[in-house]
């Protein structure tokens, strides 16, 4: 598994999200949408990652679609491949968030998942 930048990558984004939220009382001019998120009701964030899952289910529905027919399909993010990825990027932003806001750490999501095996 081509791992390498995952991990790292996570860890930035998490320092980044967690800078958001120590700032996020003083970052009310809309210039982050990580403390937008962090500053409203816990629905906001709850509505938002129900809707990212929704819209990777329905890329990878299309993305099925495409295959089953020999293609890759197209979207405005690339192809079909391109256009999932893209929307599992936004559903792990936004649950990283609704980590944040609930104090829950990658740590524990790691041992959670390593349990599980």
Same mark, same amino acid.
């Given at each position: 598994m081509d791992s390498e930048k995952f991990g790292p990558v996570i860890s930035q984004l998490? $320092?980044? *999200?967690?800078q958001r939220k120590a700032h996020a009382a003083?970052?009310?001019? %809309?210039?982050s949408y990580t403390a937008e998120l962090l500053n409203a009701s816990p629905d906001k964030i709850n509505k938002k990652i129900a809707e990212e899952a929704? $819209?990777? *289910?329905?890329?990878?529905?299309?993305?099925?679609?495409?295959?089953?027919l %020999?293609?890759?399909?197209?979207?405005?993010?690339?192809?079909?491949?391109?256009?999932?990825v893209y929307e599992i990027g936004d559903l792990l932003y936004h649950i990283l968030v609704m980590c944040a806001r609930w104090d829950i750490s990658p740590?524990?999501?790691a041992i959670e998942l390593e349990n599980r095996f």
């Open positions: 998490w $320092e980044t *999200i967690e003083t970052l009310t001019d %809309g210039s929704a $819209e990777v *289910i329905m890329a990878a529905k299309e993305y099925e679609a495409a295959r089953s %020999g293609g890759e399909g197209v979207s405005e993010y690339g192809t079909g491949h391109d256009h999932l740590n524990e999501l």
